[in-house]
Each structure stands twice: as C-alpha cells, then as structure tokens.
C-alpha cells in the first residue's frame, strides 16, 4: 500500500492551501485517514482525521479553519487549510489505516501506512 500525496506549498497568512493524499496497492478496505504535522524540533501530531462513516476529528489549534474530506471511490483524503497562520508552518504527513484483507475468526489484517511529507510554508 502507497500513500501518495500532493500539495502543500508557500502562503501568505490569512491565505489557503489544500493537501491531498491518495492510497493505492493492496487495499480491501480504508478505515480512518487523517493528516499529521510536525513542525522542526517538534513531535508529530494528529492535526485532523476522519472515520469511513465520516465523523471527523481535529486538534484544537485547528478547529474551524481545517477541514478534512474523504472520496472512497478514489481513495483520496483532502485537508482543506482556511485562514492559514505562520505557526502552521510544517512538514505535513498523510496516514490510513488499511485492511489488506477481510478478517477472519484468529486476526484482522488491518496496518498503518504513512505517505511522505509534504512542506506547507506560511509566511507572515
């Protein structure tokens, strides 16, 4: 399984960027995706994710400005970035949980897979 994302870039505060990120390979089945940031010398942290039924979550420093999406179809996650703020600047990763297989009685067959970063700069 690949996670393959797109995006990011430079902005000026106040400004909007959007993040996607497509899975691709081996996949029966797409639980939550979600996006992590990790700014330099920072750890990385949950920004937003959304569940297959389509309930989301988001970290309070991002609430009202971020909106995750989801396309089971394409099997695409997409961070919508409004009113983007220089303390938003960051290295920003794509995550899914994947089943590669349906379960059976001894085990699920569900994995994390991470897809490369990519740089959202926000200037001020």
């Known amino acids: 399984v690949q996670l393959q994302a797109s995006g990011g870039g430079l902005v000026q505060a106040g400004g909007s960027l959007r993040v996607s990120c497509t899975a691709s390979?081996?996949?029966?089945?797409?639980?939550?995706m979600s996006w992590y940031r990790q700014s330099p010398g920072r750890q990385r942290v949950l920004i937003a994710g959304?569940?297959?039924?389509?309930?989301?979550r988001y970290h309070d420093s991002v609430k009202g400005r971020f909106t995750i999406s989801r396309d089971d179809a394409k099997r695409t996650v997409t961070l919508q970035m409004d009113n983007l703020r220089p303390d938003d600047t960051a290295v920003y990763f794509c995550?899914?949980?994947?089943?590669?297989?349906?379960?059976?009685?001894?085990?699920?067959?569900?994995?994390?897979?991470w897809g490369r970063g990519t740089l959202v700069t926000v200037s001020s």
């Open positions: 390979g081996r996949i029966y089945r797409i639980n939550e």
């Open positions: 995550n899914a949980d994947v089943e590669i297989a349906p379960a059976n009685s001894e085990r699920d067959f569900e994995f994390e897979f």
């Open positions: 959304v569940e297959r039924g389509g309930r989301t």
